[in-house]
Nanobody, 114 residues
């Protein structure tokens, strides 16, 4: 069974940076497009970035130019580098495929506040 384990969140001031990691168990990682999602309190879970098996990336407008998604197939890990963070980026961040194929992990909390 595939497991998703997110980490790297924390409390950061506006303008700061964080790097999130998601380790995906199982050998099929390299065959999957992966995505990062976020869910703010009281809101739905939204996809913010995705990366294909050939490392082509797409981003939603709110994070474009500030976030960078990447992957390391040797480590079964997908990353999200978040720069110039804003209070509205505060959310729990999750990884999964764009089709939400796997059971959700616990997520990692990102709080942007002064």
């Amino acid at each position: 069974q595939v497991q998703l384990v997110e980490s790297g969140g924390g409390l950061v001031q506006p303008g700061g940076s964080l790097r999130l990691s998601c380790v995906v168990s199982g050998s099929i990682f390299r065959l999957k497009t992966m995505a990062w999602y976020r869910q703010a309190p009281g809101k739905q879970r939204d996809l913010v970035a995705q990366i294909t098996i050939s490392s082509s990336t797409t981003y939603t407008d709110p994070v474009k130019g500030r976030f960078t998604i990447s992957r390391d197939n040797t480590k079964n890990t997908v990353y999200l580098q978040m720069n110039s963070l804003k209070p509205e980026d505060t959310a729990v961040y999750y990884c999964n495929t764009p089709f939400k194929t796997y059971a959700w992990g616990q997520g990692t909390q990102v709080t942007v506040s002064s």
